[in-house]
Every structure is written in C-alpha cells, then in structure tokens.
C-alpha cells in the first residue's frame, strides 16, 4: 500500500485486511492510514493517543477509521473529540465578561474543560461506565451527554490543538491578523490564551503516551477546508466566507505556531497535500 511504503513499513496481511474491512465510501489515504496507524498500536501499545491538526484536516474521519481499525486487530479502542469538552454558551459568556469578549467564541485554549476532559481520559482507562458531554457546533452549546462502556485499550483525544505549547510571551507583542490588531489592542486575549497553555492543556497533554499530527499545507488550505465543512450544515447556520475567516483568525496563532514545532514531537507526523491527499509520513527514529 501506499502509506506504508512512505513511512518506510512493511505492508503486512492483516494491515491489507483491515484496511479492505473499512468504511469503503472514506477517503483512501485515510483508510490506509488509520490501518497503518493500529498495525503499529497493536504493537506498541500506547494507552492514550493525541490525534491533532488544523481546521478542516479531517481529524473525525481518521479517528473514526482508527477505532474501526483498532477493532480489527484486536484493540479495543475509543474516541474524545476534545470540542465536546468546550464551555457551555452561558459559561463562555461568563469568561468574555471576566476575562475578554473573545472567549465568546469556542475554539482557543481557555474555552474548555480540560480538567473534566482529563479525569475522563483517565477513568476510561478502568471505569466500565464513563459519562462525557456533547456539544452541537450548530448550536454552539452542550446539549446533553453520552456514555462509554470501559475499559479501553486506548483512549484517542482527537482535537485541533491537541498537543499545543505555551510560546514565549515575547512573540506575543505583535498581532498577526486583523481580530488580534483590532480587537485585542491590549494583548489580553492573547495572553490569556498562551497561559492556559502552560498549565492546565500542558497537564492534559502531559498523560498522551504519543500524538498524530496532520500537517496542514498552510492556512490557505484551513480556511479552503473550514468552508467546505460549512457546506455540510443546514443553510441557516452556515457560516458566509467573511465570518469563516474572522472564526478562523481565533485558531491562527497557535495554529502556525503547532506547524513549527508539532513536527518535533508527533509520532507520526502526516503531512497533508493541497487535496487533502497523505503527501508524506513521518514516524520518530526507533518507534
């Protein structure tokens, strides 16, 4: 297959079997990949899995193929969308009052639960009933809960910046876009953000065994892939392109900042074509 011979893998049988046991109507690099990806689990064994990229890189897709996948070669395996972990509406508010308006909007750190997104992540590993939230993006709030019948093998938190760190507060000096220019004179928003990233998402990262990194080729691509989401959602909440670009401007800092040094530490590291196609596979020497 073709994914295997990128990360240099040898292409085994029962990888080709559980990739032709796979969704048939998902993208083919994403089928072969999440095979690719449970075929080395299998082995290593990881407890806790990261699963991270931009906008629009297809994070849920590829998680959903890896449980399906995980299952095939005896894994038992579950996914957290680290979104379903964001502040409910009324508590965001809350925050824009206390902190910025611009944690009004879901998305940065700062806007989610990471200590409830934690102590799940953790009991799944041994509970057998664990109770998560569920948030709807259309309706921008939690709308109630799911529960997940454990143990799991492997608990993946799937999420846009999973994996991300605090800069030096140096580089925060300037803004990099218009939202930051115009509607955090003052560096707080961003500051605050950069903060939470050195204490409690630094704790979460800190239980993940290893991470996955999509590399987006750039943010072009994050705004071209933000807006064919878009098409997916009923008519009334669709975002136009000029809200589509000012919602992605709230991700742009960390984002670029997760292309400079996300590379560094993911196992493996997939970098993305224009098309959304697997362009290359990056594992860490020894793993």
Same mark, same amino acid.
């Given at each position: 297959?073709?994914? @295997?011979?990128?990360? &240099? %893998? *040898?292409?085994?049988?029962?990888?080709?079997?559980?990739?032709?046991?796979?969704?048939?109507?998902?993208?083919?690099?994403?089928? =072969?990949?999440?095979?690719?990806?449970? +075929?080395?689990? #299998?082995?290593?064994?990881? %407890?806790?899995?990261?699963?991270a990229g931009g906008q629009g890189a297809g994070k849920s897709t590829l998680a959903g193929l890896i449980e399906s996948a995980c299952s095939h070669v005896g894994?038992?395996?579950?996914?957290? @969308?680290?979104?379903?972990?964001?502040? #409910?509406?009324?508590?965001?508010?809350?925050?824009?009052?206390?902190?910025? /308006?611009?944690?009004? $909007?879901?998305?940065?750190?700062? $806007?989610?639960?990471?200590?409830?997104?934690?102590?799940? +992540?953790?009991?799944?590993?041994?509970?057998?009933?664990?109770?998560? /939230?569920?948030?709807?993006?259309?309706?921008?709030?939690?709308?109630?809960?799911?529960?997940?019948?454990?143990?799991?093998?492997?608990?993946?938190?799937?999420?846009?910046?999973? &994996?991300?760190?605090?800069?030096?507060?140096?580089?925060? #000096?300037?803004? +990099?876009?218009?939202?930051?220019? !115009?509607?955090?004179?003052? &560096? %707080?928003?961003?500051?605050?953000?950069?903060?939470?990233?050195? $204490?409690?998402?630094?704790?979460?990262? !800190?239980?993940?065994?290893? $991470?996955?990194?999509?590399?987006? /080729? !750039?943010?072009? #691509?994050?705004?071209?892939?933000? &807006?064919?989401?878009?098409?997916?959602?009923?008519?009334?909440?669709?975002?136009?392109?000029?809200?589509?670009?000012?919602?992605?401007?709230?991700?742009?800092?960390? *984002?670029?900042?997760?292309?400079?040094?996300?590379?560094?530490?993911?196992?493996? *590291?997939?970098?993305? @074509?224009? !098309?959304?196609?697997?362009?290359?596979? =990056?594992?860490?020497?020894?793993?």
């Amino acid at each position: 297959m073709k994914l @295997a011979r990128l990360a &240099g %893998r *040898t292409e085994s049988d029962l990888q080709r079997r559980c990739v032709d046991a796979l969704d048939p109507e998902a993208p083919p690099d994403y089928r =072969e990949l999440a095979g690719l990806l449970a +075929i080395d689990w #299998a082995q290593s064994r990881p %407890r806790r899995v990261g699963l991270a990229g931009g906008q629009g890189a297809g994070k849920s897709t590829l998680a959903g193929l890896i449980e399906s996948a995980c299952s095939h070669v005896g894994i038992r395996a579950c996914v957290l @969308a680290l979104d379903d972990f964001y502040l #409910a509406k009324a508590a965001r508010h809350s925050l824009s009052q206390r902190v910025h /308006p611009l944690f009004e $909007t879901r998305g940065p750190p700062g $806007t989610h639960d990471v200590d409830g997104c934690l102590d799940s +992540i953790l009991e799944l590993a041994h509970e057998s009933v664990v109770e998560l /939230p569920v948030f709807d993006k259309g309706l921008d709030d939690r709308v109630g809960t799911r529960v997940l019948e454990g143990p799991y093998d492997i608990v993946v938190l799937e999420g846009w910046c999973v &994996g991300a760190e605090a800069v030096e507060t140096e580089a925060l #000096a300037e803004p +990099i876009n218009a939202l930051e220019r !115009d509607e955090d004179v003052e &560096g %707080r928003w961003r500051r605050h953000v950069n903060r939470q990233l050195s $204490t409690g998402y630094r704790a979460l990262w !800190d239980v993940l065994d290893r $991470t996955v990194f999509l590399e987006v /080729p !750039d943010l072009l #691509a994050v705004r071209r892939w933000r &807006g064919q989401q878009e098409q997916g959602r009923p008519p009334e909440r669709r975002l136009d392109s000029a809200a589509i670009d000012r919602f992605v401007q709230h991700y742009e800092r960390v *984002t670029i900042s997760m292309l400079e040094r996300s590379p560094k530490r993911a196992d493996p *590291t997939v970098r993305l @074509a224009a !098309d959304h196609s697997v362009a290359a596979i =990056e594992f860490r020497e020894g793993s």
